[in-house]
């Protein structure tokens, strides 16, 4: 951050008196810049143990796979940013069910959330951040070309959950970035 969103200033990066951490601070107008971790809301979409996974068209990781996920907005509740964000990347309409995962994605200052989902129609199309959407065997998941190590991690607790019966909440916390290739 360089200047003030409220008064256009150039901004200071300092410990505001009563702190414990640096802040952007705006001298002219006295607004402290606050940047906390932003919400990213998933879902695992099962359709008769089949899941639905979308081929990003945008970058980060175009190309690669993901679950449908994507940034809470205002106003909505946890379930409702995963059943929107579903219905924008794959145009399906999910139930959404129990919580499945929480990872702190702490170098993009990121908390992604996953919930179990239930897709009860196999109705689903590219929405514009997705190149394809397609169903999955547990057994045919990409798993080399899946986007996030979020998403592996989720996909990997659920598959080992619906195999032991039971519905669990996981936490993962990730500190750094995955050494892979990019896509093309
Ligand atoms: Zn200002």
Request: net charge negative; hydrophobic share 40%.
């Amino acid at each position: 951050m360089n200047f003030c969103s409220h008064c256009g200033a150039k901004v200071q990066l300092r410990i505001p008196p009563g702190d414990q951490l640096p802040r952007y601070v705006c001298d002219a107008c006295g607004t402290v810049h606050y940047h906390n971790p932003r919400l990213v809301l998933g879902c695992i979409p099962d359709h008769g143990g089949q899941i639905l996974l979308c081929r990003r068209a945008i970058e980060p990781r175009r190309g690669y796979w993901t679950v449908p996920a994507g940034f809470m907005e205002n106003g909505e509740t946890l379930q409702q940013a995963a059943a929107r964000e579903c219905y924008e990347e794959a145009l399906a309409r999910v139930e959404i069910g129990s919580l499945a995962s929480i990872v702190h994605v702490l170098h993009a200052e990121q908390v992604h959330v996953f919930f179990r989902a239930n897709l009860p129609r196999a109705e689903f199309g590219a929405g514009v951040e997705s190149l394809e959407v397609a169903l999955f065997s547990p057994e045919d998941i990409p798993w080399a070309d899946i986007a996030f190590r979020s998403n592996e991690f989720a996909l990997r607790c659920y598959f080992k959950d619906k195999a032991a019966g039971r519905e669990m909440l996981h936490f993962e916390t990730l500190d750094r970035k995955p050494a892979r290739p990019k896509a093309e």
